[in-house]
């Protein structure tokens, strides 16, 4: 009998760790998902900045986020809220949309 639990304890741990490590392999490439679409509608958006003379200032005097943020989120270190976005796009005449899909890209 205290063999069967020590084995269903080591079984139960065994399967624990490698759920464990399905979520976190799952969670990086939601991240790295989220990390490149998050890119791809920046460099749009500073496109745009661009094409009307803006400067990261005039952006930062609309929307209220501080010039020192702007320039982090342009080089597209972090993943920014959709708040942001929006206020960026909003401040370049653009707007954001999102949309629910079928299936995992």
């Known amino acids: 009998m205290f063999l069967e639990i020590e084995n269903n ?7 624990k760790e490698a759920r464990e490590k399905r979520l ?9 998902s989220t990390l490149e679409a ?3 509608i920046i460099r749009e958006l500073v496109e745009e900045r661009h094409s009307q003379g803006m ?3 005039d952006i930062a005097d609309i929307t209220g986020i501080l ?3 702007l320039a982090r989120l342009e080089s597209g270190s972090r993943i920014p ?3 942001v976005l ?3 796009a909003a401040a370049v005449g653009k707007h954001i949309e999102l949309k629910i899909c079928d299936g995992v890209e």
């Not at 304890?9 to 399967?15: C, G, L, P, S």
Request: cysteine-free; hydrophobic content about 25%; overall charge neutral.
């Open 9 to 15: 304890k080591r079984d139960y741990e065994m399967e």
């Open 81 to 83: 809220t959709l708040v």
């Open 38 to 40: 998050s890119s791809q």
């Open 24 to 32: 976190m392999a799952y969670a990086e490439t939601i991240q790295k």
């Open 86 to 88: 929006q206020k960026y």
């Open 67 to 69: 010039p020192s943020n």
């Open 55 to 57: 400067t990261q200032q």
